[in-house]
T-cell receptor, first 113, second 117 residues
Framework: NAGVTQTPKFQVLKTGQSMTLQCAQD?????MYWYRQDPGMGLRLIYY???????DKGEVPNGYNVSRLNKREFSLRLESAAPSQTSVYFC????????????FGPGTRLTVT | AQSVTQLDSHVSVSEGTPVLLRCNYS??????LFWYVQHPNKGLQLLLK??????LVKGINGFEAEFKKSETSFHLTKPSAHMSDAAEYFC???????????????FGKGTKLSVKP
């Protein structure tokens, strides 16, 4: 099982450039999430999508946009990258049953210079 | 509001000795609680989860955690550390009714576990 996949694995951008991070899951989950991870901060929620066709802001949404393309795919877009967006980005999807645990992708390491 | 506090940012143990990673939470509801592990330059892997079925939860790789409501704690333990346990560990709470954000997770800041030979 592939689980949650993310592309690219690494990216370097110049300030002001744009890019889209891609995420896909093959577990038929309704809910998907984007987080950023910074040293000493744990993971912070950027945006989430409770179901296909819906998206909502999380804790740190400024500077980002998202698209829930279909049930499998959830993309994160940086329209004008800033050095403060240098981080590791994780996508996750959530089970509908039981404890509702989330399953994470391998991450995208983004550096903005 | 719910929150998670991991009491130690860094824990160092010798191989073969017990591991204790401490976590306290606050939640207005009956939470689901998780421990995730992150090895260097990897994604997060679910170690174990608590959903009110049993207060002592067993996870993968010999880890377990005990939910203590009176102490609002969910500490992670392992009887004997292995070199491969060196990683960062995150205590996480899911508050089903938080702000309408069903199932959203609140992460602790992490505890880095070092294992000495």
């Amino acid at each position: 099982n592939a689980g949650v996949t993310q592309t690219p694995k690494f990216q370097v951008l110049k300030t002001g450039q744009s890019m889209t991070l891609q995420c896909a899951q093959d577990m038929n989950h309704n809910s998907m999430y984007w987080y950023r991870q910074d040293p000493g901060m744990g993971l912070r929620l950027i945006y989430y999508s409770a179901s296909e066709g819906t998206t909502d802001k999380g804790e740190v949404p400024n500077g980002y946009n998202v698209s829930r393309l279909n049930k499998r795919e959830f993309s994160l877009r940086l329209e004008s990258a800033a050095p403060s967006q240098t981080s590791v980005y994780f996508c996750a999807s959530r089970t509908q049953r039981g404890a509702h645990e989330q399953y994470f992708g391998p991450g995208t390491r983004l550096t903005v210079t | 509001a719910q929150s998670v506090t991991q009491l130690d940012s860094h824990v160092s143990v010798s191989e073969g000795t017990p591991v204790l990673l401490r976590c306290n939470y606050s939640s207005s509801y009956s939470p689901s609680l998780f421990w995730y592990v992150q090895h260097p330059n990897k994604g997060l892997q679910l170690l174990l989860k608590y959903t009110s079925a049993a207060t002592l939860v067993k996870g993968i790789n010999g880890f377990e955690a005990e939910f203590k409501k009176s102490e609002t704690s969910f500490h992670l333990t392992k009887p004997s550390a292995h070199m491969s346990d060196a990683a960062e560990y995150f205590c996480v709470v899911s508050d089903p009714d938080y702000g309408g954000s069903q199932g959203n997770l609140i992460f602790g800041k992490g505890t880095k576990l070092s294992v000495k030979p």
